[in-house]
Structures are given as structure tokens and as C-alpha cells.
Nanobody, 113 residues
Framework: QVQLVESGGGLVQPGGSLRLSCAAS????????MAWYRQAPGKPRELVAG???????DYANSVKGRFTISRDNAKNTVYLQMNGLKPEDTAVYYC???????WGQGTQVTVSS
């Protein structure tokens, strides 16, 4: 059974940083395309960043230059380093494996002074 458990969210001031983690079980992250999504209140879920099996990465224009997706294959964990956070980054963040329909519970990120 595939499980994705996100953590690392919290309240941070504008300009601050957070690192989100997504611990996967029941699957191998290096054998799949992994991605981070986010959903703000009243808005549809949107793709934030992805990392392919070969390690190449891609980002939404809104986060390019500020967010970095990475993975630790030994820990079977995907990360999202978020720097220069803005109030519009406030959302629940989810990770997702392309081969499976499962979503985790998400982790709340709130950027506010």
C-alpha cells in the first residue's frame, strides 16, 4: 500500500524559508516522477515542482528561483526547499507520485507577518 506523508509546514514571515518533506512507503521514489502540489483556499490544486526519475526538475513560473525540489533515495523521501516565501505561497502542500492515485494529508504553509 502506497503512503505519502508530508511534514515541515508551519507559519513563517514573508521572506522566510521552510523545508517540506514527503516520506514515501510502499513504492520507490527513484522509479517514479515525484511532484509537489499546493492548494490555497478557494483555488484549484496546482503543480509546484516535479523531479523526474533521472533527476531533472521543473517548476511553476511562480516559484522558479525560490523553490528547490530534491530527493534522498536512501531515505525514500522527497523534499521541497522554499526560500523567499511570499503571502501568496500560503496553501496546503501535497506530494504525489505519478504512477499512483494516492494523496497524502498535506502540510499547511502559512506566510504572514
Amino acid at each position: 500500500q502506497v503512503q505519502l506523508v508530508e511534514s515541515g509546514g508551519g507559519l513563517v514571515q514573508p521572506g522566510g524559508s521552510l523545508r517540506l518533506s514527503c516520506a514515501a512507503s510502499g513504492m520507490i521514489i527513484s522509479a517514479d516522477v515525484m511532484a509537489w502540489y499546493r492548494q490555497a483556499p478557494g483555488k484549484p490544486r496546482e503543480l509546484v515542482a516535479g523531479i523526474a526519475r533521472g533527476g531533472s526538475t521543473d517548476y511553476a513560473n511562480s516559484v522558479k528561483g525560490r523553490f528547490t525540489i530534491s530527493r534522498d533515495n536512501a531515505k525514500n523521501t522527497v523534499y521541497l526547499q522554499m526560500n523567499g516565501l511570499k503571502p501568496e505561497d500560503t496553501a496546503v502542500y501535497y506530494c504525489k507520485a505519478s504512477k499512483y492515485p494516492n494523496w497524502g494529508q498535506g502540510t499547511q504553509v502559512t506566510v504572514s507577518s
